[in-house]
């Protein structure tokens, strides 16, 4: 496996562009999936060459920051330098984490772009030893920085650099400050892995959107359009069976607020990374509208756990 280069992606594409080819485009991670651990993943790290060793980078780990060096590059192989080392505990495989980037041109030596920083937030990613970001992080600490030089690839696009920063582990569940339960609403407990069992209470469903925070985080703010990472279990009010469920998947997943339903767009918009929002959504802001959808009767109660947002270009 070899990492693409980027070239001709859009700054908001930065994020995914740097998996291409090598992870699913609706980034479910495995959480629950360690590997046999660290040496993997320590030895997943492709070696320092003569061009990585000849970047120099200007700025701080979690700032966008600069890289210079004299173009244009010759790079016949992927290759890193780690520049500056974290601290904590060393990312094990399966982890979810944050990252940031910086993309410049190998021919002309201008940036093409940076993701990650500032308003620019990107989606967490799974790391492991058999994709990208364990090539490029290996067994990092988070607050390591590394720079790395791709060579063209096969189908014409130009050789790139980039700067990458390992920001943090990201918790596979919600991490937020728990709140007091909203009488009436569903109850919800909690399994060590933070996985959710709801009781539907026995009174007749809502007419209108509930919403309830059980735990609120204190991360970016979902916005309209944006893109978000969650875990979710989803149960009919009818006899409180579950239909959906990222958490039996082993994976959260990704998907943009504006692509489901009304009532599930409603009880993310506006909320908190790191926060677990509880929804009672009835026919009308569910599948109502969707002839013969098995749920189109059916008031759903959801619990959602928000584990990142990335905002609309």
Sequence with gaps: ?????????????????????????????????????????????????????????????????????????????????????????????????????????????????????????????????????GQLFGCATPGTRVVAAFPASDDGAAAEVY???LLSVVPAAAWGEPQEPVA???????????????????????????????????????AEGDSVMVQYTGVKWSDGTVFDSSWDRGAPTSFSTSGVVAGFSQALVGQTVGSQVLVVIPPEFGYGASDGH????????????ILGTQHAA
Excluded: H, W
């Design 1 to 133: 496996m070899r990492i693409r280069p980027l070239a001709a992606a859009s700054i908001a594409a930065l994020s995914v562009a740097v998996l291409a080819g090598c992870t699913a485009s609706d980034t479910e991670a495995d959480p629950t999936s360690t590997g046999d651990a660290a040496g993997d993943l320590c030895a997943a790290a492709v070696a320092s060459g003569s061009v990585s060793d000849s970047l120099t980078v200007e700025g701080e780990v979690g700032e966008a920051s600069t890289l210079s060096f004299d173009a244009p590059l010759e790079v016949e192989e992927l290759q890193r330098t780690v520049v500056v080392e974290g601290s904590g505990d060393p990312v094990s495989d399966g982890d979810l984490v944050s990252y940031a980037l910086t993309v410049y041109s190998a021919e002309t030596g201008d940036e093409i772009g940076s993701f990650g920083y500032d308003d620019s937030t990107a989606l967490p990613q799974q790391i492991t030893a058999d994709n990208p970001l």
């Design 163 to 165: 700067i990458l920063d």
């Design 294 to 305: 098995e749920l189109q009767d059916e008031t759903i109660v959801f619990v959602v756990d």
């Design 184 to 222: 009436g609403m569903p109850t919800v407990e909690l399994d060590e892995s933070g996985a959710p069992t709801i009781t539907i209470p026995d009174e007749e469903p809502p007419t209108d959107v509930e919403i309830a925070e059980l735990k609120v985080g204190g991360g970016e703010v979902v």
